[in-house]
């Protein structure tokens, strides 16, 4: 019994050192006191002020696991259940199962251990710079005066501002653990919303600059993460579809077949290279992808492997931003000149007098990225009846009030009371714009999810008709709620919807681009075995006696 009981107090004190050491090794641990201050902002946790380090510490120690290590914790049913389809769990369990056994199943399929996300928070410079594009690199390395050999690789850049970035916030007298807004100060609030819209990841609205960086420093990780996933499944689809290409189907191709091989793979041909010199090409190319090359190491082959899938990555994503930009034109061409009025309105865009509509969807088109700044009359257009009679109830407005009373009243007028009564505060300014401002911060959010639900059919032509859209002829309800949705996302947001679809479109292209080769293999497979058939075919007859049958 004895025995027992000191191997349990062993146990405990064993436990308590591995817990102490864990805390101790916290990312955190080793945060200014700014830093500290940063993340508790970025993170929507409210601090003290004064505070000294200590209870800053605790605070992000407190909230770390709910935003940093496992932040699916605070998803809701659909956006766990959207996840693990994305993973490719698509089992009746994972659909209709409890939120805590989708918690449970989304944390086997998450990107990274609780370790590695301590890791990687305490080797910041190490991935907060990978998401962003070759020319906000460049920009960043000229601003600070870093010099980057000829060609300026992306490779190159990503090597040179990473190791500069410690000097540049010692120099600036700023920290780079959990950077400040130094580190974006070459980038313009549409490449930050745009950053944001092409990740996934929902702008603030209304928005400032430093919420637009708050945003994407906060969610820089996760959006690496995403990416480095997506990096590693189309390379391991390459390597298999590579696997493929043997010696015999490369030998087997001829010149346009091997030339649209290098041309749909990213593969440079130079002018009048021959035959021999194309097979030479992609066979040095495919032992790159496999991480084989026999002139490297196998570090620099991976590194090679990894550039072929960033560049088809990179080249997919361009397509995806410019089908999303494609879209939201097309949808820009139909609207209303009081709709491009609004959307410009919201985004503090000015409008000069007399502006023709071609011009107004022409600012529109400009401004696609930018956020919306503030309020504006065109808010209350969408929310519902029970958010318009509570703000016009609360406004103090007597002739909104009068419409509200009206029991007969409908929608649009409601929403007209509504937009008076906020023209009126926003003009008196005040208690009365606060209170109003307020109100509407509440009501978006709490709308985002069931926006249009409710509204009767009568109700959403309306709205469409608002955008200058006229319902398809035999509409469904739920087509005229898909309709209503995408022109106020395009509305509210811009280019691309805050869900992630930016994703779902790269990794359909970069998949749609790798089942190209994988059908070109297949294809090239049976062109081989023909071939290869014929030549024995050939090698036969001559080696048989003249004459012989």
């Known amino acids: 019994m004895r025995f027992a009981k000191t191997f349990f107090s062993l146990a405990l004190v064993a436990n308590a050192a591995v817990a102490s050491s864990w805390f101790s090794n916290a990312a955190y641990n080793k945060w200014h006191e700014t830093e500290l201050e940063r993340w508790l902002s970025d993170n929507d946790v409210p601090y003290p002020t004064p505070a000294d380090r200590k209870e800053l510490e605790k605070l992000v120690g407190e909230n770390w696991d709910s935003h940093v290590v496992a932040p699916y914790r605070n998803w809701d049913a659909n956006k766990l259940t959207g996840y693990l389809k994305q993973k490719g769990v698509e089992s009746k369990e994972s659909a209709e199962g409890t ?51 000829q060609p300026r690789t992306r490779d190159t850049l990503l090597q040179k501002a990473r190791e500069s970035l410690q000097t540049i916030a010692e120099k600036a007298g700023q920290t780079a653990a959990y950077p400040g807004d130094w580190l ?6 549409s490449d930050l919303k745009e950053w944001l819209d092409e990740h996934g990841f929902p702008a603030p609205q209304p928005t400032t600059r430093d919420k637009l960086i708050a945003s994407v420093r906060r969610n820089s990780r996760l959006a690496y993460l995403r990416a480095q996933e997506q990096a590693e499944s189309s390379r391991t689809t390459a390597q298999k579809a590579y696997a493929a290409l043997t010696d015999k189907l490369i030998d ?12 749909k793979n990213g593969i440079p041909v130079p002018q009048g290279t021959k035959l ?28 090679a492997a990894t550039s072929n899938v960033n560049s088809a990555t990179s080249r997919a994503t361009d397509a995806a931003s410019q089908a999303a930009q494609d879209a939201f034109d097309a949808a ?87 937009q008076s009564a906020y023209a ?23 709308a985002k999810a069931n926006v249009f639900e409710t509204w009767s059919e009568s109700e959403l032509k309306s709205y469409l008709d608002s955008y200058g859209i006229p319902a398809p002829q035999g509409s469904t309800v739920n087509e005229l709620r898909a309709l209503a949705r ?64």
């Open 252 to 263: 087997a191709w001829g010149e346009t077949q091997l030339k649209e091989f290098c041309d």
């Open 424 to 446: 009126s505060a926003s003009s008196a300014g005040g208690g009365s714009y606060a209170s109003a401002t307020s109100f509407l911060a509440k009501a978006t959010d709490s």
């Open 99 to 149: 939120r805590d056994s989708l918690i449970n199943q989304v944390k086997s399929y998450w990107y990274e251990t609780e370790d590695k996300a301590q890791t990687g928070w305490v080797n910041t410079k190490d991935w907060i710079l990978d998401t962003w594009t070759d020319s906000q690199l460049k920009a960043f390395c000229d601003r600070h005066g870093i010099p980057v050999p």
């Open 486 to 549: 995408r022109q106020h996302t395009y509305f509210k947001y811009g280019t691309t919807s805050p869900t992630g679809t930016m994703l779902a479109q790269v990794r359909e292209a970069v998949m749609g681009g790798l089942e190209w080769v994988a059908a070109q293999l297949r294809l090239g497979s049976a062109a081989a075995s023909d071939k290869a058939a014929e030549a024995e075919r050939a090698a036969a007859e001559k080696k048989r006696p003249h004459g012989e049958l």
């Open 332 to 418: 820009v061409n139909t609207w209303s000149e009081s709709r491009l009025k609004g959307f410009l309105d919201a985004r503090g865009v000015p409008v000069p007098q007399g502006t023709k509509t071609n011009e107004l969807r022409a600012l529109v088109r400009k401004h696609a990225h930018k956020a919306a700044t503030g309020w504006t009359a065109w808010t209350w257009d969408d929310l519902s009846y029970e958010n318009l009679r509570n703000y016009i109830a609360g406004s103090g407005n007597a002739a909104a009030q009068k419409v509200s009373d009206n029991t007969a009243a409908t929608r649009d007028e409601l929403v007209g009371a509504a």
């Open 276 to 303: 021999n010199q194309l097979r030479a090409l992609v066979r040095k190319h495919r032992a790159e992808v496999m991480g084989d090359s026999i002139s490297g190491s196998a570090a620099s082959a991976f590194g």
């Open 184 to 189: 974006y100060e070459t980038w313009t609030e």
